[in-house]
């Protein structure tokens, strides 16, 4: 069965930092473009950071650059998204996403993701 478990949610003061993991199973995840999804309280799904399959093109939303990473362990099968500074409008349930694109060094800011964790409730207080 293919599928991604995300974890490392918490609670946290603003300022403070979380890490995310995704883990992958019944499937490569080194073959496939990455990304970190998150949604608040009635508002809608939105990206925050991909990564393609070859690593080497990254891209997040200007509302988390310079404090977010999106990074992957191939041999562990496994991502993460490094959170630091992290601020009260980062509140929000966050999802892990996996999809096969063919251009290796492509990087998808769309939902368009095949595989998704069932998400991580990361929440800061002011």
Known sequence: QRQLVDSGGGSVQAGGSL???????GFT????????????????????ACMSS????????????GR???SRDNAEN????QMNSLKPEDTA???????????QRTCD??????????????TVSS
């Open 93 to 103: 349930v966050y999802y892990c996403a996996a999809r096969y694109i063919a251009d």
């Open 19 to 25: 890490r995310l993991s995704c883990a992958a199973s």
């Open 78 to 81: 496994t991502m993460y998204l």
């Open 109 to 122: 800011m769309t939902s368009g993701y095949d595989y998704w964790g069932q998400g991580t409730q990361v």
């Open 29 to 48: 995840l080194g073959w496939h473009a990455v990304g970190w999804f998150r949604q608040a309280p009635g508002k809608e799904r939105e990206a925050v």
């Open 54 to 65: 070859s690593s080497d093109n990254t891209n997040y939303a200007d509302s988390v650059k």
């Open 68 to 70: 977010f990473t999106i």
